[in-house]
């Protein structure tokens, strides 16, 4: 009996991928704290775009959103500074709890939020909005990249009919410093419906009105993540390709919503 009532599900899933439908029922179930929060990215952007310099303009601008992470927050604003490409922005965007001191660098742009928001999607689109260059990179706070990850991004990018997209490979490691394992598969937008196996710090896209997080307040137990919902959704429109080269040191840090991918 069971297994026929779940026969529906199960043809569901294989029709249109789990994900998807997980993302769905998320979108159902969360959309009243989503208009809310849009109201509050709103606010927020207005707010810091008429009390603050514009971030200088670059060709590539790298949103990292932080919270109480001041000396794993440094740390991945160096690697983000010490990339190869050098004519990019770096823009964090604190959620509500105060900046420490940074690097004084005229390509970093530093603000936070009047607020905690708790929600990593807003954090990132007041940043994106902030910013006018042509392409987006994202890094969280406690993550880091090698010197090359944007040259490598970039280099696709740019290339004639070249994709609107790409993300690189990831290193994934504990936090003892130890090499876990590495992810690397080739983007397919039917098998991302059914495998979790993207992450936006790997990801570099080409700034337009689609190229935002989702708003929703996803708690540890809401799947899938905003990364994911992210890319599958701007694939719909655009092009995107992998680079299958390790770019990213990706923390599996126990006090994260890190990813468990089964890709």
Same mark, same amino acid.
């Given at each position: 009996?069971?297994?026929?009532?779940?026969?529906?599900?199960?043809?569901?899933?294989?029709?249109?991928?789990?994900?998807?439908?997980?993302?769905?029922?998320?979108?159902?179930?969360?959309?009243?704290?989503?208009?809310?929060?849009?109201?509050?990215?709103?606010?927020?952007?207005?707010?810091?775009?008429?009390?603050?310099? =514009?971030?200088?303009?670059?060709?590539?601008?790298?949103?990292?959103?932080?919270?109480?992470?001041?000396?794993?927050?440094?740390?991945?604003?160096?690697?983000?500074?010490?990339?190869?490409?050098?004519?990019?922005?770096?823009?964090?965007?604190?959620?509500?709890?105060?900046?420490?001191?940074? =690097?004084?660098?005229?390509?970093?742009?530093?603000?936070?939020?009047?607020?905690?928001?708790?929600?990593?999607?807003?954090?990132?689109?007041?940043?994106?909005?902030?910013?006018?260059?042509?392409?987006?990179?994202?890094?969280?706070?406690?993550?880091?990249?090698?010197?090359?990850?944007?040259?490598?991004?970039?280099?696709?990018?740019?290339?004639?009919?070249?994709?609107?997209?790409?993300?690189?490979?990831?290193?994934?490691?504990?936090?003892?410093?130890?090499?876990?394992?590495?992810?690397?598969?080739?983007?397919?937008?039917?098998?991302?419906?059914?495998?979790?196996?993207?992450?936006?710090?790997?990801?570099?896209?080409?700034?337009?009105?689609?190229?935002?997080?989702?708003?929703?307040?996803?708690?540890?137990?809401?799947?899938?993540?905003?990364?994911?919902?992210?890319?599958?959704?701007?694939?719909?429109?655009?092009?995107?390709?992998?680079?299958?080269?390790?770019?990213?040191?990706?923390?599996?840090?126990?006090?994260?919503?890190?990813?468990?991918?089964?890709?």
């Amino acid at each position: 009996m069971r297994r026929i009532a779940r026969a529906p599900w199960e043809l569901l899933k294989g029709a249109f991928g789990w994900l998807v439908l997980f993302e769905l029922r998320n979108k159902v179930l969360l959309a009243p704290s989503a208009v809310r929060l849009r109201r509050v990215e709103n606010a927020e952007t207005r707010r810091l775009a008429a009390a603050t310099t =514009p971030p200088p303009a670059a060709l590539v601008a790298t949103v990292i959103a932080t919270h109480r992470r001041p000396a794993e927050l440094r740390a991945a604003v160096r690697s983000a500074l010490d990339q190869t490409v050098r004519d990019q922005v770096v823009i964090v965007v604190d959620d509500g709890a105060g900046l420490p001191e940074l =690097p004084d660098d005229p390509r970093l742009f530093a603000v936070s939020l009047a607020r905690n928001t708790g929600v990593a999607g807003v954090v990132r689109n007041v940043g994106i909005r902030l910013t006018r260059s042509r392409y987006v990179a994202f890094l969280d706070d406690d993550n880091l990249w090698e010197p090359d990850h944007l040259e490598r991004a970039l280099a696709v990018l740019e290339a004639p009919g070249g994709p609107d997209g790409v993300y690189t490979a990831l290193r994934r490691v504990l936090p003892d410093g130890t090499e876990r394992d590495v992810l690397s598969v080739p983007f397919d937008r039917r098998r991302s419906a059914r495998e979790s196996f993207l992450d936006t710090n790997a990801f570099v896209g080409r700034r337009d009105r689609t190229l935002r997080f989702s708003r929703l307040r996803r708690t540890p137990e809401v799947l899938p993540r905003e990364d994911w919902e992210l890319v599958h959704r701007y694939s719909r429109r655009h092009t995107v390709r992998h680079v299958p080269h390790a770019t990213v040191r990706y923390l599996v840090n126990p006090g994260s919503f890190y990813t468990t991918w089964s890709g």
